[in-house]
């Protein structure tokens, strides 16, 4: 049954909170919106409560994770990225801890309380700093895999999923999940959609539209790893010449379709090439159903450009 | 005085005669301010935490995360001192491709964090302390903040938080110098009633003289200070304390000393 993201994230923590006594999970009163209450109930003493003061949650959990302790950050994505921002660079990436950081209620999530709450600077600010893997999970199954890799990971790690139910997998092929690989969840010949996290879904339906509609085909990736990129994919799939759209709730600028343009074009790819994302912009406000209509992260507005493209 | 305070009267001299050194040699260098924490320093390495090269990789050792990492000139030479590495590595200080920067890295053996944005020690001393607490582990966990450091607000998340998790084995030591780069504290930004916040913060604070190293490892040989609360320890410092033309004078932040002003420094810590 198709659950959000968010859920899946707290129970896979409970089932390995079974095992790991060494498992902790940090909130900044974000207990209730990361879904983490009964992991609290189940263990009281593997979860520590910082209140709202992110920069404090994400030294904490550095000095847990020094101590050998896996240490799971959790905050909304708003202000994990961009409060503790020097806190991640410095003490998780630069001191190398290997603090999980989870962005949760990420990119236009929280819909109309507006840009406050959203996190479409995330992916762009991190790309930035040095030893970071930026995870954005596109469904149930790719949000539990990631999960236990980045609790077996001595690395730091941000991962950021939203709140919406998401389907239980997208790839009936049903693809291992790693860090770095792209799941290609559909086959097709005439372009390719390259998304990440939330967005995978309507490049998913969009493609499955042209199918029936317009007898166009599409290969649709989840590229769920942001950082490092799996450019030897990226490169299989450019390499027929036809048109690329990435798409990503995250802005324009600096997130998933920068680093693809940047590789296609320092690699000799000359493939049309379309970012989608969220422009430039004073965010439209409503819920993020319609943000993503607003702005064509949707079946409709994704099949469209791929028409105009061919 | 005893034999014992002697000879680290003897060993804090010397650190300042190296610091100076080769600070001089690195054209680089937080001299003001490494002068003003060398005696903490002294005190906590040579008397008071169960840290050396031999145990680095226990579990067993206390934590020391020095938050004013803009000092690490001071902690480089006592880190050296202790054996953690070749003092002649110092020569390479803030040179082309040397691990000896300007602010403390995990790439040099005896540190434990890189630091150097402020603000940020603390936090991760409390993680530490809990961390401890939590496995019923007996070390005691140390960090030095600098006065001009407290103004950072993520400073005051974690006396919040450390005082929540009754954190008694943590122990913040202020390098309370009175100056930061810009002018005295109280004009940049007031720190005072330092004591009276932080008591209300949760905190058990003394105020000690921060070069008197009987009264500095009397004061630190009594943590904590009180059971259930994570200790303050205000240490009133002189910057650049032992050099007469440095001692509370601003330029000395991060002043390099000529030719001729080292070999008056020297005579004077002789």
């Not at chain 1, 317009?214 to 036809?242: C, F």
């Not at chain 2, 953690?84 to 403390?104: A, K, R, V, W």
Request: charged share 20%; proline share 4%.
């Amino acid at each position: 049954m198709s659950k959000p993201n968010l859920e899946i994230f707290s129970e896979t923590l409970q089932k390995i909170a079974e095992t790991d006594k060494d498992l902790y999970v940090v909130t900044s009163d974000s207990r209730g919106s990361g879904k983490l209450v009964p992991f609290g109930q189940k263990f009281p003493k593997q979860i520590v409560e910082v209140g709202i003061a992110e920069q404090n949650l994400v030294g904490v959990a550095t000095g847990l994770a020094a101590m050998g302790k896996k240490a799971f950050a959790v905050s909304p994505a708003c202000f994990l990225t961009a409060r503790a921002l020097e806190q991640i660079k410095n003490d998780v990436c630069y001191s190398d801890n290997p603090v999980k950081l989870i962005g949760i209620s990420a990119g236009v999530s929280y819909g109309a309380l507006g840009t406050t709450h959203h996190s479409l600077h995330d992916f762009a600010v991190l790309r930035a700093i040095n030893n970071i893997t930026i995870v954005a999970p596109a469904d149930n199954y790719e949000t539990e895999e990631a999960i236990k890799v980045a609790t077996l990971l001595d690395k730091p790690v941000y991962i950021r999923f939203g709140k919406k139910s998401m389907p239980v997998n997208l790839d009936a092929e049903d693809a291992v999940f790693q860090f770095g690989k792209g799941r290609t969840i559909r086959q097709g010949s005439d372009l390719t959609f390259i998304a990440t996290g939330e967005a995978v879904l309507p490049a998913f339906e969009a493609a499955k539209k042209l199918s029936k509609e317009n007898n166009i085909e599409a290969t649709v990736v989840s590229m769920h790893t942001i950082k490092p990129l799996d450019t030897e994919l990226i490169a299989k799939l450019a390499e027929n010449g036809k048109p690329i759209i990435t798409v990503e709730e995250h802005s324009i600028y600096g997130g998933l379709g920068e680093a693809v343009g940047s590789f296609l074009m320092q690699n000799g790819f000359r493939n049309k090439f379309k970012i989608v994302g969220l422009p430039d912009d004073h965010t439209v406000s409503g819920s993020q159903n319609e943000i993503f209509e607003h702005y064509g992260i949707s079946e409709k507005g994704l099949s469209e450009l791929a028409m105009s493209l061919l | 005085m005893t034999e014992n305070h002697l000879s680290l009267i003897e060993k804090s001299k010397e650190y300042r005669k190296k610091i100076l050194k080769y600070i001089f040699n690195a054209k680089a260098g937080h001299t003001g301010g490494d002068l003003s924490i060398i005696d903490i320093l002294n005190v906590l390495y040579n008397r008071i935490m169960n840290v050396s090269p031999e145990n680095w990789h226990s579990n067993t050792r206390d934590r020391f995360i020095q938050s004013k990492g803009h000092c690490v000139e001071a902690l480089y030479v006592v880190l050296a001192d202790k054996g953690f590495f070749p003092e002649e590595d110092l020569l390479t200080m803030c040179q082309y491709n040397s691990p000896y920067i300007g602010h403390p890295t995990k790439y040099i053996k005896g540190m434990e964090q890189n630091t150097g944005g402020l603000g940020h020690g603390l936090s991760i001393c409390c993680g530490n302390a809990l961390a401890a607490k939590k496995d019923n582990s007996p070390i005691k966990v140390f960090t030095i903040l600098g006065d001009g450091e407290m103004a950072e607000g993520s400073n005051w998340e974690a006396f919040m938080f450390a005082a929540h998790y009754k954190l008694d084995n943590l122990c913040a030591i202020l390098d309370y110098n009175k100056l930061q780069i810009t002018a005295p504290n109280a004009e940049v930004i007031g720190l005072e009633p330092l004591d009276k916040k932080l008591e209300a913060f949760g905190w058990a604070v003394r105020h000690v003289d921060g070069h008197n190293l009987e009264e500095l490892e009397n004061t630190l040989k009594s943590l904590p200070f009180e059971a259930g609360k994570p200790s303050f320890v205000i240490a009133h410092t002189i910057k650049g304390k032992g050099v007469s033309y440095m001692e509370n004078t601003l330029k000395w932040h991060h002043g390099v000393p000529s030719a001729e002003q080292m070999e008056l420094a020297m005579e004077e810590l002789i």
